[in-house]
């Protein structure tokens, strides 16, 4: 009879820490997809925000050229906008990386969570077969 309780706690405990390890690295993969996602997002808004500073761009041109605006050329307009332009477009890129980077740390996070959850509940088991053969009574004779 006591083999079968220890047969079962052992199968039980290694049975859980192996669901605690899979259950962290699932979680590290959906993480990596999100911050993959993430990616695809943010060059899709930068592909969008850079066509619209192209068409704004363009207007600029066509406006200034009908109006005869003077004191500005239309390049140091030009100039002047792509620069704010490419400053914003370095924060926003900075920000979109910082996003990815936290997610695929969060990832590494869970992965490290399942592992060491895993461990804890194998050295429990350990301790509890242990606990149960040292309570039980020696027979006779050893």
């Known amino acids: ?23 962290g690295k699932a979680q590290q993969a959906a993480l990596e997809r999100q911050a993959e996602e993430e990616k695809l997002r943010a060059k899709t808004e930068e592909l ?4 619209e500073l192209n068409r704004t761009l363009a207007a600029n041109q066509v406006a200034m050229a009908t109006s005869g605006i ?8 030009a100039l002047d906008s792509a620069r704010k332009v490419s400053e914003s477009e ?6 979109e990386s910082l996003k990815q ?11 490290f969570a ?20 040292s ?3 020696k027979p006779e004779g050893e």
């Open 70 to 77: 003077f004191g500005m050329t239309p390049e140091s307009i």
């Open 90 to 95: 370095s924060v926003i890129a900075l920000s």
């Open 114 to 133: 399942g592992d060491v959850a895993a461990t804890s509940t194998l050295l429990s088991g350990v301790t509890s077969l242990a606990q149960y053969s």
């Open 1 to 23: 009879m006591a083999f079968f309780v220890v047969a079962a706690v052992a199968v039980s405990t290694v049975y859980t820490a192996s669901q605690q390890k899979k259950a």
């Open 101 to 111: 980077r936290q997610l695929i740390r969060q990832g590494e996070a869970a992965r």
């Open 48 to 51: 969008a925000r850079r066509e």
């Open 135 to 137: 309570s039980k009574p």
